[in-house]
Protein backbone atom coordinates (compact mmCIF):
# COMPACT_ATOMS: atom_id res chain seq x y z
CA UNK A 1 0.00 0.00 0.00
CA UNK A 2 1.35 3.76 -0.70
CA UNK A 3 2.00 6.41 1.60
CA UNK A 4 -1.44 8.68 1.00
CA UNK A 5 1.34 11.81 1.19
CA UNK A 6 2.99 10.69 -1.59
CA UNK A 7 -0.01 10.01 -3.95
CA UNK A 8 0.24 12.43 -6.81
CA UNK A 9 -2.98 12.58 -9.16
CA UNK A 10 -1.66 12.08 -12.60
CA UNK A 11 -1.48 15.62 -14.53
CA UNK A 12 -0.74 17.44 -11.44
CA UNK A 13 2.65 18.71 -10.56
CA UNK A 14 4.01 19.86 -7.59
CA UNK A 15 3.34 23.60 -7.06
CA UNK A 16 6.78 25.63 -7.02
CA UNK A 17 8.24 27.05 -3.79
CA UNK A 18 7.51 30.53 -3.93
CA UNK A 19 10.57 33.17 -4.35
CA UNK A 20 11.62 33.54 -1.02
CA UNK A 21 13.46 37.06 0.05
CA UNK A 22 16.62 35.74 -0.49
CA UNK A 23 16.06 34.86 -4.24
CA UNK A 24 18.76 36.89 -6.04
CA UNK A 25 16.80 38.18 -8.86
CA UNK A 26 14.60 39.69 -6.11
CA UNK A 27 17.32 41.21 -4.40
CA UNK A 28 18.79 42.61 -7.26
CA UNK A 29 15.37 44.00 -8.53
CA UNK A 30 15.14 45.50 -5.36
CA UNK A 31 18.08 47.22 -4.86
CA UNK A 32 17.53 48.34 -8.71
CA UNK A 33 14.14 50.37 -7.20
CA UNK A 34 15.57 51.93 -4.20
CA UNK A 35 18.30 53.46 -6.03
CA UNK A 36 16.28 54.54 -8.49
CA UNK A 37 14.30 55.84 -6.14
CA UNK A 38 17.50 57.80 -4.85
CA UNK A 39 17.60 59.26 -8.21
CA UNK A 40 14.74 60.28 -8.59
CA UNK A 41 14.75 62.18 -5.02
CA UNK A 42 17.90 63.76 -5.48
CA UNK A 43 16.29 65.04 -8.97
CA UNK A 44 13.78 66.20 -7.55
CA UNK A 45 15.59 68.26 -4.69
CA UNK A 46 17.71 69.76 -7.71
CA UNK A 47 14.01 71.29 -8.96
CA UNK A 48 13.15 72.91 -5.49
CA UNK A 49 11.40 70.35 -4.24
CA UNK A 50 11.48 69.29 -0.51
CA UNK A 51 10.73 65.52 0.17
CA UNK A 52 8.13 64.64 2.63
CA UNK A 53 8.14 61.12 2.45
CA UNK A 54 9.68 58.16 0.59
CA UNK A 55 7.94 54.71 0.32
CA UNK A 56 4.94 56.08 2.21
CA UNK A 57 2.69 52.95 2.66
CA UNK A 58 -0.80 53.04 3.36
CA UNK A 59 -3.76 50.06 3.77
CA UNK A 60 -4.22 51.09 0.29
CA UNK A 61 -1.59 51.80 -1.91
CA UNK A 62 2.14 52.68 -1.42
CA UNK A 63 3.45 55.91 -2.90
CA UNK A 64 7.09 56.63 -3.84
CA UNK A 65 7.96 59.55 -3.45
CA UNK A 66 5.80 62.60 -1.84
CA UNK A 67 7.45 66.26 -2.14
CA UNK A 68 6.31 69.73 -2.19
CA UNK A 69 7.69 72.87 -3.24
CA UNK A 70 5.54 75.81 -2.29
CA UNK A 71 2.13 75.53 -2.11
CA UNK A 72 2.25 72.75 -4.66
CA UNK A 73 1.61 68.88 -3.04
CA UNK A 74 3.21 65.91 -5.45
CA UNK A 75 2.74 62.30 -5.61
CA UNK A 76 5.51 60.55 -7.45
CA UNK A 77 5.35 57.08 -8.81
CA UNK A 78 8.68 56.25 -9.62
CA UNK A 79 9.54 54.13 -12.55
CA UNK A 80 12.75 52.17 -13.59
CA UNK A 81 13.40 50.20 -16.74
CA UNK A 82 16.35 50.14 -19.22
CA UNK A 83 14.83 52.48 -21.49
CA UNK A 84 13.18 56.27 -20.55
CA UNK A 85 10.72 54.76 -22.88
CA UNK A 86 9.93 51.30 -21.44
CA UNK A 87 9.57 53.00 -17.96
CA UNK A 88 6.80 55.44 -19.36
CA UNK A 89 4.95 52.62 -20.19
CA UNK A 90 5.40 50.66 -17.26
CA UNK A 91 2.38 52.56 -15.16
CA UNK A 92 -0.52 50.39 -15.37
CA UNK A 93 -4.48 51.99 -14.51
CA UNK A 94 -4.58 49.80 -11.35
CA UNK A 95 -1.07 51.29 -10.22
CA UNK A 96 -2.51 54.60 -10.83
CA UNK A 97 -5.86 53.39 -9.12
CA UNK A 98 -3.63 52.30 -6.16
CA UNK A 99 -1.52 55.76 -6.08
CA UNK A 100 -4.66 58.08 -5.85
CA UNK A 101 -6.12 55.91 -2.81
CA UNK A 102 -2.65 56.02 -1.32
CA UNK A 103 -2.62 60.18 -1.82
CA UNK A 104 -6.34 60.11 -0.35
CA UNK A 105 -4.89 58.50 2.78
CA UNK A 106 -2.01 60.64 2.65
CA UNK A 107 -4.44 64.01 2.95
CA UNK A 108 -5.85 62.45 5.75
CA UNK A 109 -3.36 61.74 7.70
CA UNK A 110 -1.77 65.08 7.18
CA UNK A 111 -4.08 67.62 6.31
CA UNK A 112 -2.14 70.84 5.20
CA UNK A 113 -4.37 74.25 4.80
CA UNK A 114 -0.81 75.40 2.91
CA UNK A 115 -1.46 73.14 -0.01
CA UNK A 116 -2.86 74.88 -2.63
CA UNK A 117 -2.54 72.44 -5.38
CA UNK A 118 -1.42 69.11 -5.95
CA UNK A 119 -0.73 66.38 -9.18
CA UNK A 120 0.38 63.34 -9.67
CA UNK A 121 3.99 63.37 -11.42
CA UNK A 122 6.28 60.38 -12.64
CA UNK A 123 9.85 60.54 -12.58
CA UNK A 124 11.50 57.60 -14.96
CA UNK A 125 14.57 56.20 -14.55
CA UNK A 126 17.27 54.61 -16.67
CA UNK A 127 20.76 53.41 -16.24
CA UNK A 128 23.14 55.98 -17.62
CA UNK A 129 20.24 58.23 -18.26
CA UNK A 130 19.08 61.65 -16.85
CA UNK A 131 15.64 61.26 -14.93
CA UNK A 132 12.62 62.25 -16.90
CA UNK A 133 10.32 64.30 -14.44
CA UNK A 134 6.68 63.89 -15.55
CA UNK A 135 4.71 66.67 -14.51
CA UNK A 136 0.58 65.73 -14.37
CA UNK A 137 1.51 62.12 -15.60
CA UNK A 138 -2.05 61.45 -14.72
CA UNK A 139 -5.16 63.20 -13.10
CA UNK A 140 -7.05 61.59 -10.26
Avoid: C
Amino acid sequence: MTDPRNFRSPGLRPKPAPKSDADPERQIAFRFGISAESRAAAFLVAKGFRILARRWRSPVGEIDIVARRGPLLIFVEVKARHTLDDAAEAVTERQRGRIIAAAEAWLATYPDPSVQDMRFDAVLVAPSKMPRHIPGAFEA
